[in-house]
Nanobody, 114 residues
Framework: QVQLVESGGGLVQAGGSLRLSCVAS????????MGWYRQAPGKQRASVASITTGGITRYVDSVKGRFTISRDNAKNTVYLQMNSLKPEDTAVYYC????????WGQGTQVTVSS
């Protein structure tokens, strides 16, 4: 059974940085584009960034130039480096395949104070 375990969130001041990690078990990682998603209070979960098996990356406009997604295929891990954080980045962050098709993990809370 595939499991997704996110970590690395926390409380940070505006302008700060965090690095999120997601370890994916099972077969999901090696053959899929992987993505980071976030869900802010009262809003739907939305895609933030994604990376193909070949390393091609995509970002939503609001995080371009601030966030960097990467993957370590040997470790079945996808990362999200988040710099210049803003209060509007506050959300629970999740990883999954893109498009998402496995059960979501517990996510990791990111809170950015102004």
């Amino acid at each position: 059974q595939v499991q997704l375990v996110e970590s690395g969130g926390g409380l940070v001041q505006a302008g700060g940085s965090l690095r999120l990690s997601c370890v994916a078990s099972g077969s999901i990682f090696s053959s899929n584009e992987m993505g980071w998603y976030r869900q802010a209070p009262g809003k739907q979960r939305a895609s933030v960034a994604s990376i193909t098996t070949g390393g091609i990356t995509r970002y939503v406009d609001s995080v371009k130039g601030r966030f960097t997604i990467s993957r370590d295929n040997a470790k079945n891990t996808v990362y999200l480096q988040m710099n210049s954080l803003k209060p509007e980045d506050t959300a629970v962050y999740y990883c999954n395949a893109r498009p998402a098709y496995v059960n979501w993990g517990q996510g990791t809370q990111v809170t950015v104070s102004s």
